[in-house]
């Protein structure tokens, strides 16, 4: 029997709550290369990262899913409160995965630019829903404007 393994080690607590998060999903494929282009930024992301995650999630088919029709490989930072260093990494760890296609994690810091409509393909099918089902924009926010809506 497998036992699955603990997420975080015991009598060992990452984060409190304060802290900033990111993360970029890129198709499996690309892993190795991907760990690889981030390991020459190791020296910055150490200063600031309290921890870093792995995961990987099958394709799916949600039009706004990081995993939409291509199995994904995930990488996740749990960085230290300081927004503006945190700002100052996320610049050349997107550039390091670029080559990649990344799709940030939605909910999770990142910096632009993004050409979502290319990383998204039903991105115009979503907008055009949004658009029926929301006809007065109730729903829309600066981010949402920024990132999904446009």
Same mark, same amino acid.
Request: net charge positive; aromatic share 12%; no cysteine.
């Given at each position: 029997m497998v036992r699955p393994a603990a997420h975080?080690? $015991?009598?060992?607590? #990452?984060?409190?709550g304060a802290e900033i998060?990111?993360?970029?999903?890129?198709? /499996?494929?690309? !892993?190795?290369r991907a760990i690889?282009?981030?390991?020459?930024?190791?020296?910055?992301?150490?200063q600031l990262a309290q921890s870093c995650e792995i995961r990987t999630?099958?394709?799916?088919? $949600?039009?706004?899913? #990081?995993?939409?029709?291509?199995?994904?490989?995930g990488i996740h930072?749990?960085? /230290?409160?300081? !927004?503006?260093?945190?700002?100052?990494?996320?610049?050349?760890?997107?550039?390091?995965l670029a080559p990649y296609e990344p799709r940030p994690h939605w909910a999770k810091v990142f910096s632009g630019p993004f050409d979502f409509s290319r990383l998204y393909p039903r991105l115009t099918d979503f907008?055009?829903?949004?658009?029926?089902?929301d006809p007065d924009q109730s729903f829309r926010t600066?981010?949402?404007?920024?990132?999904?809506l446009g």
């Open positions: 975080f080690l $015991l009598g060992y607590n #990452p984060s409190m998060q990111s993360e970029y999903l890129l198709d /499996r494929r690309h !892993a190795a690889g282009a981030l390991r020459e930024l190791g020296p910055q992301i150490a999630m099958a394709a799916d088919e $949600l039009w706004l899913s #990081p995993a939409y029709q291509r199995p994904t490989f930072f749990t960085w /230290r409160p300081d !927004a503006t260093a945190v700002a100052s990494v996320l610049r050349p760890i997107q550039a390091a907008r055009t829903l949004a658009n029926k089902y600066p981010y949402l404007v920024r990132t999904v």
